[in-house]
C-alpha cells in the first residue's frame, strides 16, 4: 500500500490562466541546510525537481506538496506564491510547470518512490549542471539568487 502524504490538503485554489492552456503541473524546489533536493526522472537518466500533472479538483500547492513526499519523501512549509513557471514538451502534449518553494522540514528515510528515485541535495552553485531542461535551469537560477522569475 503507498503510503499517504503527512501533508496533503485540498483544494489550495484554482489553477493559474496559463496552466489552462497546457497539462497543468506543479513542481518545488525544496531546501533544507542550504542545499537543494534533486531526484532522478523515473528513468533514472536525468536530474530533475519532485513535479507532477494537477488532477482537475486538486490546487497546484496540494499537488506541489503530494509530489515532494510521494517522489522525495519531503515535508515541509510551501510559499504560498510560485517561483515562476516553465514549459515542457512530453508525450506530444504542452506542460506548464508552476514551481514552488518549500523549505525541508522533514525528509523522510521511506517514501512512496524510493526505490524508484536517487535523491541528493545539492550545493546550489552546482544546480544548474544537473538540470538538462533549460526552463527549469534558468527558474533554478533566478531562485536561487533569491529573485523570483518573471
Not at 503527512?6 to 489553477?15: H, N, Q, S, W
Not at 535523491?119 to 549542471?129: L, S, T
Request: net charge positive; with cysteine.
Amino acid at each position: 500500500m503507498a503510503k499517504r502524504s503527512p501533508v496533503e490538503r485540498a483544494g489550495d485554489g484554482p489553477l493559474p490562466d496559463g496552466a489552462a492552456r497546457g497539462v497543468p503541473q506543479a513542481a518545488v524546489v525544496a531546501i533544507r541546510g542550504g542545499r537543494v533536493c534533486l531526484i532522478t526522472s523515473s528513468s533514472g537518466r536525468r536530474w530533475l525537481v519532485p513535479k507532477g500533472k494537477c488532477p482537475g479538483s486538486r490546487g497546484l500547492r496540494a499537488t506541489a506538496r503530494r509530489e515532494a513526499w510521494e517522489e522525495a519523501g519531503l515535508v515541509g512549509r510551501l510559499a504560498e506564491r510560485p517561483l515562476g513557471r516553465y514549459e515542457l514538451h512530453k508525450g506530444g502534449c504542452r506542460h506548464v510547470v508552476v514551481v514552488y518553494r518549500m523549505w525541508v522540514t522533514a525528509a523522510a528515510s521511506d517514501w512512496p518512490e524510493r526505490r524508484k528515485r536517487l535523491r541528493d541535495w545539492v550545493r546550489p552553485a552546482d544546480v544548474p549542471g544537473r538540470i538538462e531542461h533549460p526552463g527549469l535551469r534558468e527558474l533554478l537560477r533566478v531562485a536561487l539568487a533569491g529573485r523570483r522569475a518573471a
